[in-house]
């Protein structure tokens, strides 16, 4: 994984118990050689470490190989679980992907990400459940830049300058003075699009979230440009999400 960069405040054998973590999910499993190898520290302190997963349930081992345990799962499914908008959002994400037949998503955000917390497939041969709890830039998702728009400016500031802004197509806003105007668009009109800016072909509308004044994520509708037209995402998709919002800030209300 490599050294990084900058000075952290963190404690250094906390980094290295999570750098395990991370590393045993991006190589899908993996033993100590490997780890300590990849990770450039003793195959003793790459043992301990696992040895603590593993009694904790954090990590099991399968033959001579190291894997993420489900008490991840457990956990994960406790803090989206926490959500207020998750509860509120199950039904009107359903909702959505009936009425139109796309993918449909619950959008979270936590560390300057967007974070897929719900979805559903639509009429597309996706399963869902390989991006749900992902995370993704902002400012190339129409969800994430719902989000962003509603931000304090100081927020927008923090994310960016931590995150950059990569390009993912030709059509990805890499520069924060157009990002900033598009924003500006985005709280005048209520709705913020992506058209082929995460993926090429895929367009998407989104809206945000709001609980009591503050962004809590958002709701968005994706699917292939050719049925994903710009006029049919301002028009019928539109509507369908500006009603789930109501529906969900009822339910919250009334909570």
Known sequence: MGKKSGKSQGIKSDETLFDVVELLRRLDGAGVTELADRLGIAKSTVHGHLTTLVERGFVVKRGGEYHLGLRFFQYGQYVRS???????????????????????????HQNGKAIYVYG????????????LGTQDHMHYN??????????????????????????RTENTITDRERLDEELEQIREQGYALNLSEDLEGIQAIGVPLTVDGDVQGALSVA????????????????????????EIDLTIAYR
Do not use: Y
Not at 120 to 131: K, L, S
């Open 142 to 167: 129409s969800g994430g830049k719902a989000i962003l728009a509603h931000l304090p400016e100081a927020d927008v500031d923090r994310i960016v300058e931590r995150h950059g802004l990569p390009a």
């Open 223 to 246: 699917g292939p440009a050719h049925r994903m037209s710009k006029e049919r995402c301002e028009g019928e998709i539109l509507e369908h999400l500006r009603a789930a919002t109501d």
């Open 120 to 131: 559903r497939g639509g009429d597309n041969d996706i399963n869902v459940n390989t991006i």
């Open 82 to 108: 926490q959500l207020e908008i998750f509860q509120s959002g199950l039904a009107a994400v359903d909702r959505i992907e009936r009425e139109t037949g796309e993918m449909s998503w619950l959008i979270a």
